[in-house]
């Protein structure tokens, strides 16, 4: 899922080719079906519901990008932020209900962090195109997916460089609740998984272990 995250991630933020929207709602699909497969749903019926379900949503977005002018874009947006914020909840639940912190554990976490950023993302743009194509100070953003990115994860990591800046308040208060998310999440969640890793011994040298206790008895 990490690798998916990070192809979509820079698939869109060097190329402003309309496919690569479509590509990039592919990969979501893919991390979306893999966090449903490991999810806590006991029943295969369930899974398969599921993921019917979101394959399903993510057709329809696809369409309201293509046919639906401004308005069916931010429709598609804002879907697009509700199925990545379920996908966020799935995996904190994985994360959570695991007694033993392990490193599929912290690639989760980190999972988690991109995907926060690429929802905040899809809020940011929705906002534009449902508030007549405006939204940053600066202008019009030049690609419309890369540069609401770009913007997303540097107000995550609370980078802020200043070059776009939200110009409305709506905009301003979802770009400090996403600073504020970021700060948490790394300060908690991740933070507390990293402390609490430790590298599981092999059985070898725990048999070795012994062999060499019974020596020195």
Excluded: C
Excluded at 5 to 15: K, M, V
Excluded at 36 to 53: C, D, E, F, K
Excluded at 110 to 133: D, E, H, T, V
């Amino acid at each position: 899922m990490l690798v998916f995250l990070i192809t979509s991630y820079l698939l869109s933020a060097f190329s402003s080719s309309r496919w690569i929207n479509d590509l990039q709602l592919a990969l979501f699909t893919l991390a979306g079906l893999l966090a449903i497969r490991n999810s806590p749903l006991h029943r295969r019926t369930a899974r398969l519901v599921v993921a019917a379900g979101f394959v399903f949503s993510l057709l329809v977005i696809a369409i309201a990008d293509h046919q639906g002018g401004l308005t069916g874009q931010g429709a598609a947006s804002i879907w697009s932020a509700v199925l990545l914020l379920l996908i966020v909840v799935t995996l904190l639940r994985q994360i959570l209900s695991v007694p033993q912190v392990t490193m599929q554990s912290i690639y989760a976490a980190i999972s988690a962090y991109l995907i926060i950023g690429l929802m905040f993302s899809a809020i940011y743009a929705a906002m534009y195109y449902l508030n007549s194509q405006q939204f940053f100070v600066q202008g019009s953003p030049g690609n419309v997916r890369s540069d609401f990115q770009y913007f997303s994860f540097t107000t995550l990591t609370t980078l802020g460089y200043g070059d776009f800046t939200a110009a409305g308040i709506g905009g301003r208060a979802v770009a400090m609740l996403e600073a504020m998310t970021g700060q948490i999440f790394l300060a908690t969640l991740v933070a507390k998984l990293v402390a609490s890793f430790r590298p599981t011994a092999t059985s070898g040298n725990s048999a070795d272990d012994g062999a060499n206790g019974d020596e020195r008895v």
